[in-house]
């Protein structure tokens, strides 16, 4: 069993303020995710911005176009500073995703992500991670670091 981590970084032209209201409403999420992955939010009556304890539930197709239900928690929120979600049901054995907003003091924030995962399946879903998983994952974080720049009509830094 491997322990993978994809990690990204990108500056927005935003207040930290404004990077949180956005970022911290799970709605928005379905903004920044590519449409051929179907991502729809399943949970009823959601409120607009993440809280310790919340559970989200969203159904993606992430292969095949086959329906997949992801159930994420929300296990820590420090409001404008960062909040961590964890897989509970879904594709992964595990899945730990750190949100971190840096604010760099002249108008600018750092988002910063950090996915460790754990690939179910042991040893095959290993072997897969090379040349169909971290790619996918790849394109899903290229493609919003695309539409957060759109958005928010920001530079880019990567890390």
Known sequence: ??????????????TRQEAWDFFSNP??????????????IITPDLVPQVR?????????????????????????????????DEQRVGP????????EFHDLGDGR???EDKATYVLPFAPL???AHAWLVRPQLERIFAYREKAVRQLFDCSLSKG
Not at 27 to 40: H, V
Not at 92 to 99: G, Q
């Open 125 to 127: 879903g290993d072997l």
């Open 52 to 84: 310790e304890g919340m559970m989200i539930a969203y159904r993606v197709r992430p292969l095949l176009g086959l329906p997949m239900t992801w159930l994420s928690e929300i296990t820590l929120v420090e409001p404008g500073v960062r909040f961590i």
């Open 92 to 99: 992964y054995a595990v899945w730990h995703h750190e949100h």
């Open 27 to 40: 709605r928005n999420l379905a903004k920044i995710t590519p449409p051929e992955l179907g991502f729809e």
């Open 109 to 111: 924030i750092e988002m």
């Open 1 to 14: 069993m491997a322990v993978h981590t994809l990690h990204t970084k990108q500056i927005i032209r935003a």
